[in-house]
């Protein structure tokens, strides 16, 4: 890899007017949390007996997965497949994925009436429970990804632990204690990156087996055997627009210009995922007849009818067009839009598919759900951005160089 | 045989990972409780005789422990104005619907958790927390529970509740089919107080066979269905009506038991672990392959 491609801390203060935004809503949404863990999740949700499941699983659980999937699909592209172009992508994508996942745990652990038995399922199993699959492979790859983000750790601070005073002499062990580690993670790296590309693909899809359960009590739109290929399918088209977004995202925040040369080639693999995934979701409604529920007009069927034209035919349309794919506002748009559709699917089939038999009327998240979701997604742009700024993550041209080149590629 | 093996590799899988945690598998328990046994007892609930007396919410109230009024109170029949269905607060209730035969005479229906023989529940729980005994109640632990409430979102008859009020320990509560009464060789509560006879409690094969006897003997009187006989592959409570069941409040469910599909899925997933191996192993090979030609390239 060039010199200049290599990924570096960025250089950029971390104090700007969004920034104090964004704390302000973590805090809001941090306040809430703590009305939940002393006076119970009646006192800040909306749930009760008729809708158990809401915003939280919804968003911060479900479509947090999906939406992480940037992870694992990244490192299939750029580590399994070997297309070296891309290498300046996975790390973003694994920081983003490691960090939404991390989210994603402390979303389950704050829905849970009991947070404190959350470690249960590690000794007491079922393996006839979906829930139970999803949770041990999630809990599994959240290690994978951890150990995946080690390189960079021992990166930043091989040659450059400088502890003052009286730890001093401890920066000698610790520096060769970095050293081995680095050596041994270089050697057997590719163990894990493998393995979380294979959880991933079991949780993302395990993911869609947890409502098939609900039978009936899910609606015929959404409620399907294929439903975990769906998940799955879904969760693979999103990732490349996910780690697109970051990116024009990053470059917007950190005034830089948009790297188009890797994210071109990168947007022309959405459209076959997206045409896949778009292809399994109409088939799937036309062989169990379900179009006929789009004759009435309802929440259900104006939901599905965005998620289908918004979410998937839209972006695909524009995916597939070259103008597209060059143009920064409109590939994000692009990208956007697919995220959108993903976001929407997760919410449709966690809560607005959701119809139990006895219900006493309809379930919409309370101020306080929506804080807490709203403040959990600020504090992780928080900490992405101190970690960009701290640690070797996203790749930059150094500024002394107008690339126009091909890069050579290191194996 | 699928399942015993199925069982050995997540007790592999399970042991990796509680290796990478650092805690010991000693304690590990057991699978869940799914007995289906050929002499399980249910419950059978005649709608045509119940007279609405609500005694039985009251008795299920007092014998879990739960706060209760007076049972003078329980002759008000204004609660029956509105649908009520069982929470955390009562175990079970009566609703009242119109009679399509004779207005003048209300259908009263006793609702509680069914006791299916293949339950949702039980197949969903994260932590196997829910049990079919062997008597054919299913029960809930509450050391194992994490709170979840996949079980909520599980079950067809929208039974299981949770203590939304409270920030430690909630628990899900829902019918126990009186287990700690009938261990001791007692009645269940509702069944024992009920001054009709609108329950009968016994073996289950019994009770189909007694109500078998009764459509039989009244037609005039009940439609032939025996709801809990085939419903979600039968459940451990029976119901008996003279009108249809859809009119006086319950689903209409099929004869599948619940878990079915998601369990094939579940297992065909993971049949052997095979899939993920083979998925890894694929995964691994074009690793190598993509490597090696990028390194013959950058030779040439």
Redesign the interface.
Known sequence: MHEHLRPSPLKHKFFTPGVIVLAVLALNGLVFLSA????????V?N????Y??GLWIGVDVAAGVALAAGGFTSA?LG????R?RFHSIVRPALLTAMLGYTFVAIG?FV?????Y?????????????????V??CV??YV?VLYIEFLPVVTERFIGNIRLKGILTFLNKPAEKILIILDNALGKTI?IF???G??LS??HQ??LG?????????MHPLWQT?IL?LLFLLSAISVGFPMVIFESMLASRSFKTKPEMDVLSPLGYTVAPLLGLYLAFKLGDMFIRETFVYLNEFNTASIMFTIEIVVGIVIPLRMFLSKKVLQTPSLLFTASTLVIFGVLLNRINNFIVA?T???SFGSYFPSFGEISVTVGFFALLVLIYRVIVLNFPVISRPDESFIIKTKYT?K? | MKKQNRRNFLKTAGLITAAATGLSVKSAKAAPKNILSEDRLGVLVDTTVCIGCRNCEWACKTAHNLPTESIENYEDKSVFKNMRRPDETALTVVNQYENEKYSNLPVNVKVQCMHCDHPACVSACIVGAFSKNENGAVTWDTDKCIGCRYCMVACPFQVPSFQYDKALNPKIMKCDFCIERTKNGKLPACVEICPVEALTYGPRNELIKIAREKIKSNPDRYIKQIYGENEVGGTSWLYLAGQNFKGIGFPNLGTKPAPGVSESIQHGIFAYFVPPASLYALLGGIMWLTKRRNENEEEE
């Not at chain 1, 939940?36 to 006192?43: D, K, L, P, T, V």
């Not at chain 1, 470690?119 to 199993?125: A, E, I, Q, S, Y």
């Open positions: 939940r863990f002393f006076f119970g999740i009646g006192s949700t749930l009760n007996n008729q158990p499941w299939a580590h399994i497949m070997h070296g389950v829905d849970i009436g009991r947070w038995y959350i470690w249960h399922p590690l000794l007491m199993w079922n393996g006839n429970s979906a829930l139970f699959e949770g041990i809990m599994m290690t590719f990156i493998i393995l590309v294979v693909t079991l899809s395990s087996t947890l409502m098939i359960i609900a039978g009936p009590k055997p975990p959701y139990p038999p006895y590629i194996g």
